[in-house]
């Protein structure tokens, strides 16, 4: 996957793309559930500046993150809310 970069003015701004290192992405809060082990057995997200979200697993924070859109992040979410997910565990 071919990594875009754009200059604007004197400062050269990467875009965020699904596969990439999760430490390239800086200047993010990672966040995880209050529900994740000791262990760190988790995944975390954050909101990137231009309103995407991104996920990694937290056993390996120097690992790629995926990247998704608001929309898609939110029924992510919401599914989770609804239970939708659950039978995954069984």
């Known amino acids: 996957m071919e990594h875009l970069v754009e200059t604007v003015g004197e400062v050269q701004m990467s875009e965020a793309y699904n596969g ?4 390239e992405l800086e200047d993010v809060q990672w966040r995880k559930s209050a529900r994740s082990s000791a262990q760190g057995n ?20 120097e690992g790629p993150a995926l990247i998704f859109t608001h929309s898609e992040f939110e029924a ?5 809310k609804d239970d939708d997910f659950s039978s995954l565990l069984a």
């Not at 990439?20 to 430490?23: A, F, I, R, V």
């Not at 992510?76 to 989770?80: D, K, N, P, T």
């Open 20 to 23: 990439m290192p999760s430490l």
């Open 42 to 61: 988790c995944v975390e997200v954050a909101k990137l500046p231009g309103g995407e979200f991104a996920m990694r697993n937290s056993r390996h924070p």
């Open 76 to 80: 992510f979410v919401e599914g989770a």
